[in-house]
């Protein structure tokens, strides 16, 4: 497990990295040359618009992260109080008022509902988090819920409602901070479903600039040019692979720990 | 059995909401955003005649839900309205591009399964060896990458560096079957995802499974080898996957539209992203209802069957 640890954690330090300070290195951008070269000053070739690439993947990294972070972050806002509310509740009706829309909502596929959106309005890196946020919540729900509703049935909680403490200390207080550890562990898997979600619908198009510096959008217009310069679709998708592939490893990792003690 | 029966109704009428759901949430998404859809709906530069056409073609002088029921009672007789961009009926479409998408979908679940079972069982034989430990962490690894960046890694090395296989299935029309050198890759790109989450459930079913009385007294009374894993075993360690099996619908649907769109394959996906990229509502709404519906559908059809066969498994409903 300690093993798993580390490779994740290398192997997601590279993309992370690159993505946050990248902007910061990327300098002023050069004289557009010719489409899809190699050479000529330019470490990584050219883009499809004659861009750098080397300067692109330095900027493309951030936007799919701060996206992704602020999605889920959006998720458990709306998640956590709905989840707790349905845990400690005692009003069966309620439960099932908080809940069952979830679980309608569920069965439709994810990506789907991002499109049917982009088919109507254009939305920008905002409207994607948004979006995405939405499309997670019902599983997210599903978990503080799951999560609380064990910590609510433990004794502590029932000493405490005894003792005539106020909902909010035994909700916030006792509950909260008790699935608080379970929830940091389902964050990191959740960060990875996420960071899945906004590079795929960056890919599609969806939320993005025709020409953005995204590595997901990188992908998809340097695709034309993939025989003749391969670099500028090979190493933006290195680094999404990289970025997940270590991400899953690492939240995986700490679950395990978690679990054990 | 009147539990059964009465989970079995519970689980029905679920399925039926969730039907419902998909198509307001489609019709709502669509059509019922805030602002004027004529407008929005008409293009980057919108000129008043092009608005006018749009409103006309979508009857949006009417009231909302005027138009909801309208159209929900087309969808029940297979009445899915016409396209704006073309005027074409909106089930042409759909027949189009369902050929394709029909045979990836159920090529990826035919490999699926054993592919998935065979990887769990082969990590659960050797739990926390060099073969557990390089399967598991392959298959956590691959199970959260997006289709799109493994797949234009695959077509690097395959199509690019080594030529073994084409890159894109351009110009082989509707008829792959016909070349099957082309499906190759992206069957591969779409199974990336599911093989993980099957392999990983069947494992620690199957570890769970091997550790427990039954077959400890299964081994008592000689019963080795492949009989013990698959015939004792295994058939417990597969209600939990099975029913992943059915949740991994959701991403079979998006990574065929991702897949379509990286190989160039005219199917469903494809038909969707450029009614996306027109703006083409009634087309989206089309292939929305039926993606929507038949992901509810699959859902609803693995839950009924794991709980037939396994009715200790909890099965929410």
Known sequence: MRARFVAGGLVVAVPLLLALLGPLFAGDPGPRAASFT??????????????????????????????????????????????????????AWLEEVLMRPLDVLLAVPSLLMILLVASVVTPGAVGLALLVAVVDIPDAARIVRAAAAEVASRPAVEALRMQGETWWRTAVGHVGR???????????VRFTGVLYLVATAAFLGVGVAPDAADWAVMVDRNRTGLFVQPWAVVVPALLIVALTMGGNLLADAALGKRRRT | MTGLASWTARRLLLGAAQTAAVVLLVFALTEALP???????????????????????????????????????????????????????????????????????????????????????????????????LVSSVTLGVYAVPEFAFGVLLTTVFALRLGWLPPTAVGYGTDLLA???????????????????????VRAGMIDALASPYVAQARRHGVTGARLRYGHALPNAIAPAAQQLARTVDWLLC?????????????????????????DVPVVQGLAVVFGVTAVVLNLGADLVVRRFAPRAEVAA
């Open chain 2, 179 to 201: 070349h099957p050198s082309a499906l190759v890759l992206p069957v591969l790109v779409l199974l990336s995802r599911p093989v993980c989450s099957l392999a990983r459930l």
């Open chain 2, 35 to 133: 602002g004027d859809a004529a407008v929005a709906l008409a293009g980057d530069q919108p000129d008043p005649e092009r608005i006018a056409a749009v409103r006309k073609a979508l009857d949006l002088d009417r009231p909302a839900h005027e138009r909801l029921l309208e159209w929900a009672g087309g969808l029940l007789h297979g009445d899915f309205g016409t396209s704006l961009a073309s005027g074409r009926p909106v089930s042409t479409y759909l027949t189009g591009g369902f050929g394709p998408t029909l045979l990836l979908a159920s090529l990826t679940l035919v490999l699926l399964v054993p592919a998935g079972v065979g990887l769990g069982v082969l990590a659960a034989r050797h739990e926390g060896r060099f073969t557990d430990r």
């Open chain 1, 38 to 91: 190699l050479g000529g000053g330019h470490w990584l070739g050219t883009d499809f618009v004659g861009r750098d690439v080397w300067r692109q993947v330095l900027l493309g990294g951030r936007s799919v992260v701060l996206v992704a972070l602020a999605a889920t972050a959006l998720a458990y806002l709306v998640a956590l109080p709905l989840g707790l509310a349905a845990a400690l509740t005692h009003r």
């Open chain 1, 178 to 188: 008790s699935v608080a550890r379970t929830l940091v562990a389902d964050a990191g």
């Open chain 2, 255 to 279: 990574g065929v539209i991702v897949v379509e769109a990286l190989y160039v394959i005219p199917g469903l996906g494809t038909v969707l992203m450029n009614a996306v990229a027109e703006r």
